[in-house]
């Protein structure tokens, strides 16, 4: 019996545990956080999610941000930030828009793959790295993108 999951569970695996083992790290080893209470984010790093989410002024200018969107999350650490998007628009023109602004922007795509509901790219450009996820939640009629990039 095959089990049917909102969204690719694949891509939840690929940035999400990445992120629940830093922010559980965070929580379990910061002795100034109590167990129970939400971190409260740094400068340097820590995560946000929800309304309160914001674009990490450290985010690479040239990495271009899907609109019309809403920041849904933000996780940073001293090495790499991840930006989670949500968008109404179809999934379609939003892999339209990065094929052509990364292009743009001088990324280069050196690995993609297409998992069930989206498409995954991995990006170059110098020394920078852009780990890139767009999938469909049609469930809720949203367009999810996940970014996550190496800090300077």
């Known amino acids: 019996m095959e089990i049917k999951l909102p969204f690719p569970l694949k891509l939840v695996v690929l940035f999400g545990l990445g992120a629940l083992f830093i922010i559980g790290g965070l929580l379990l080893f910061d002795k100034n956080l109590p167990l129970l209470k939400k971190p409260t984010p740094t400068k340097e790093e820590g995560a946000v999610f929800g309304i309160r989410s914001q674009v990490p002024p450290e985010f690479p200018e040239d990495i271009p941000l899907f609109e019309p969107s809403q920041v849904?999350?933000?996780?940073?650490?001293?090495?790499?930030?991840?930006?989670?998007?949500?968008?109404?628009?179809?999934?379609?023109?939003?892999?339209?828009?990065?094929?052509?602004?990364?292009?743009?922007?001088?990324?280069?795509?050196?690995?993609?793959?297409?998992?069930?509901g989206g498409e995954a790219w991995v990006f170059s450009k110098g020394g920078e790295k852009l780990e890139l996820i767009v999938v469909r939640n049609e469930e809720e009629e949203k367009t999810l993108i996940f970014l996550k990039t190496n800090l300077p």
């Open 72 to 116: 849904r999350s933000t996780t940073k650490s001293q090495k790499w930030v991840h930006i989670v998007l949500e968008s109404e628009e179809s999934l379609e023109d939003v892999l339209k828009f990065y094929q052509n602004e990364m292009e743009k922007s001088g990324w280069e795509a050196v690995e993609t793959f297409k998992p069930k």
